[in-house]
T-cell receptor
Framework: QQQVKQSPQSLIVQKGGISIINCAYE??????FPWYQQFPGKGPALLIA?????SEKKEGRFTISFNKSAKQFSLHIMDSQPGDSATYFC??????????FGTGTSLTVIP | SAVISQKPSRDICQRGTSLTIQCQVD?????MFWYRQQPGQSLTLIAT?????????ESGFVIDKFPISRPNLTFSTLTVSNMSPEDSSIYLC??????????FGQGTRLTVV
């Protein structure tokens, strides 16, 4: 059973546009929700993360929106750039335990 | 953040052989994790390695196929044994940071022919 469901599988955005990737989870015990960015040939790198006590977290052009009642969270990339083209994974964990990853979204930002 | 070095970064191996992947961390950590990422897929946890005890394997992964060593708090190895083409994947080492965020090595891209 997929603990974290991610959509869309792929996304194409114009330079300067907003990229939005969504994730949903079932386990209400999850208390940590990170997003990872992975470039080809590299390991995933932590991009931004949120805990359920806040509804939004922003770091530069990257924002996580968190809806606890709906058990959903999303990544928004503002002013998307070609250098943002990568695969993005959402994840969830609780109390320092195992991470559960979404299936990934391949983002392409076209000039 | 933790700095994780994995070796080798890539390898092409003959079926039936074994490959040992090394993971070195720049700080002492209690748990080290090994993941598999099949082409175009998400990350699947293979096992958790604690220093001084047997690794804990996830469903679908067994010690005979993926033996793990954890001789100290900064180092671990994962061996992929008796390889078949289905083992072609990226293998990733991961550790927790001080806020339980996960950090990853650059991965080992394995191709079995």
């Amino acid at each position: 059973q997929q603990q974290v469901k991610q959509s869309p599988q792929s996304l194409i955005v114009q330079k300067g546009g907003i990229s939005i990737i969504n994730c949903a989870y079932e386990n209400t015990a999850f208390d940590y929700f990170p997003w990872y960015q992975q470039f080809p040939g590299k390991g995933p790198a932590l991009l931004i993360a949120i805990r359920p006590d806040v509804s939004e977290k922003k770091e530069g052009r990257f924002t996580i929106s968190f809806n606890k009642s709906a058990k959903q969270f999303s990544l928004h990339i503002m002013d998307s750039q070609p250098g943002d083209s990568a695969t993005y994974f959402c994840a969830a964990s609780w109390d320092g335990n195992q991470f559960y990853f979404g299936t990934g979204t391949s983002l392409t930002v076209i000039p | 953040s933790a700095v994780i070095s994995q070796k080798p970064s890539r390898d092409i191996c003959q079926r039936g052989t074994s490959l040992t992947i090394q993971c070195q961390v720049d700080s002492q950590v209690t748990m080290m994790f090994w993941y598999r990422q099949q082409p175009g897929q998400s990350l699947t946890l293979i096992a958790t390695a604690n220093q001084g005890s047997e690794a804990t394997y996830e469903s679908g992964f067994v010690i005979d196929k993926f033996p793990i060593s954890r001789p100290n708090l900064t180092f671990s190895t994962l061996t992929v044994s008796n390889m078949s083409p289905e083992d072609s994947s990226i293998y990733l080492c991961s550790v927790f940071g001080i806020y339980t965020e996960a950090f990853f090595g650059q991965g080992t891209r394995l191709t079995v022919v």
